[in-house]
């Protein structure tokens, strides 16, 4: 395989103003007119699958990313980016040649970024110029990177995994895309765990994308296939056994109590903070609660998705999470960014609620449950590879190390 000719995005029969349909994102592809005669990637079958279904494109993207990592994983071409000082705009020397074949062989640079024949740069390919640095961005924004040019350490790791474990990493994913549902309906949620993010989706479109605080490593997030079922304003937090009694009774009674927290007994009546009745919460006869309100743990609003693992969507007081790249903080539940113009979504669309009906039910201070009249898929996802909207491959981390337990590696 030529370095020259390899590429993350789609062949020429479909690129141009094409779209790269993914499930997790489900943005749909518009194929160019193609004639009888012409054999698009695309064309070819998926057992079970039809190719032109959103399953199926991303299913075809991926095993064609995952063909070509094969290749390259089997020939002699690829070599890792040697240790050394940053590599900075303007640095040059033989690390900066390593570099520009590296993105080479990953299609992030590309042939008309290095056709400019009247610099010297471009013919000795050891100077850290424009072009290699737009390569640079582009590879790692496809690796949810910070896009500044600066080869660090951080950017030399994801430069340097080797093909062998990318395709691994395609397989894995792969193998999750088959665990799906192969109709996902016209419209439904769906949250893409290593991305942090959550769309909504209709028709094959995106129509909302927002940030999401997933679960730390020890309290991972689980994929799930589920329903939304209702919402609930000013919430009530039943804090699960184990965070009250390892992280919240500890604080004491009087903290608890300043922030809204009472102890509940089994008939749903409120008990002092006893050693008995601390105690009992072990044993699951009492069960620490947080009133609803501006100060609960769960923000002003919560979405239901039924699970057995307790899981559900919610606003959250620490909005400064958002800002990190990396959002993994929570105990498994999903923290939203944009709660409240999710929920005006969803009400104005399923139950016809105007804004001001929401407001008066936010003021109220009183918990208040609104089912949905019409429930909404939900598809709890753990991607950390797949093809956008711009027929580019992104890669996440492994954040909780579910690709080396696959057997993907041995797909044929």
């Given amino acids: 395989m030529g370095a020259g000719n390899h590429s993350f995005s789609l062949n020429k029969s479909i690129q141009g103003g094409t779209m790269a349909l993914m499930l997790a994102i ?18 070819l079958p998926v057992p079970g699958r039809d190719p032109f279904s959103p ?3 991303q299913y075809t993207l991926l095993s064609e990313e995952l063909a070509r990592y094969r290749t390259l994983a089997q020939n002699d071409q690829w070599r890792p980016l040697d240790a050394g000082q940053p590599i900075t705009p303007g640095s040059r020397g033989p690390r900066v040649a390593q570099l520009r074949s590296l993105l080479m062989l990953y299609g992030d640079f590309r042939p008309s970024d290095f056709s400019n024949k009247n610099t010297k740069e471009a013919h000795t390919g050891d100077v850290y110029d424009k072009p290699l640095q737009e390569a640079v ?13 600066l080869v660090d350490e951080r950017t030399r ?19 999750r895309w088959e665990r799906l549902p192969k109709d996902l309906g016209p419209r439904y949620i769906v949250v893409n765990v290593p991305e942090f993010n959550l769309r909504l989706i209709e028709d094959e479109r995106e129509q909302f994308r927002m940030k999401v605080v997933v679960g730390k490593p020890k309290h991972k997030t689980p994929q799930l296939t589920t329903r939304m079922t209702r919402l609930e304003f000013n919430p009530v937090w039943r804090v699960p056994p184990n965070i009250a009694l390892r992280e919240l009774l500890p604080k004491g009674s ?5 922030k809204g927290y009472r102890l509940i007994n089994h008939r749903g009546r409120a008990v002092p903070f006893t050693r008995g009745n601390v105690a009992a919460v072990r044993r699951g006869q009492v069960s620490l609660q947080q009133k609803g309100g501006p100060g609960n743990a769960l923000g002003r609003v919560k979405f239901v998705i ?12 620490s909005k400064h999470l958002f800002k990190k790249s990396q959002r993994a903080f929570s105990h498994g539940c999903i923290r939203l960014e944009k709660p409240l113009k999710f929920a005006r ?17 936010l003021m109220s201070g009183r918990t208040h449950g609104v089912a949905l009249k019409n429930p909404l898929p939900v598809y709890i996802a753990y ?7 711009n027929g580019q491959l992104q890669f996440r981390p492994d954040i909780y190390n579910r690709d080396n337990a696959s057997n993907g590696a041995n797909r044929g």
Avoid: C
Avoid at 306 to 317: K, S, V
């Fill in 157 to 175: 790791n994801r430069l340097n995994t080797n093909p062998n474990k990318l395709v691994r990493i395609l397989s894995a994913n792969i193998e």
């Fill in 306 to 317: 039924p699970n057995r693992h307790a899981i559900f969507l919610h606003d959250t007081n």
């Fill in 137 to 149: 961005r582009r590879f790692q924004r496809r690796h949810g990177l910070k896009g500044d040019a």
């Fill in 26 to 43: 489900a943005l749909s592809i518009d194929s160019p007119p193609v004639s009888a005669n012409t054999k698009t990637d695309l064309d």
């Fill in 345 to 361: 979504m969803m009400l104005a669309q399923q139950n016809r609620w105007n804004n001001a009906r929401i407001e008066r039910a």
């Fill in 383 to 389: 991607w950390t590879a797949w093809v956008d909207e």
């Fill in 254 to 258: 009087s903290a608890l109590s300043a």
């Fill in 55 to 57: 399953y199926g494109r």
